[in-house]
């Protein structure tokens, strides 16, 4: 199999300016307040991150929820926070096949897709343990919304000629993991 390796560093600017920029065009798609992503952080993982059962072959990212046990007092749900975890092999090796390397486009395409299933589950109801037929249902209404956020912001068309090449990359799986400190 090929290998691609890990984000860099300077991947991970890359993918740090395109979550700033992937947040700012979802505020404003659902008409959420300026500061809605900091009051309601999220975290960005990379594989190397991740406990090994987070690993996906087939997926350049996923949602997670974490749910932090150490600060929930006894018999009170502990707060919920959701994380996007990037499988970093799976990205760079779609750029290495692909015929331009560009990850910004490609990272604002795949984070800006997270915010939207992240923003359903919290406010719009989406169920995050759903069946595989809503799953799906639900994959392609996040898919046709960060469709038309992005249009006429990026080069959609190189974005949705890779997402039919790739498409089961990013039909990804939820999962729900207990995290033990502070995230
Ligand atoms: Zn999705």
Redesign the pocket.
Known sequence: MMQAGFFTGTDLRTITKAALLAERLTQRHFDLSEDEWKRNPYGVFTRREVDESLHEAEAFAHVVVLKNMTHSPAGRKGREKYGIVLQDPNILLALLRSSFHDLWTLGLFILT?ELV?IIRFRKYGADFFACVQERDKE?NL?HDITREILSGVTNTDYLLKLYDSQLTL???KSTYIGLHGGA
């Open positions: 897709h299933h994959e996040v990013l039909r990804e």
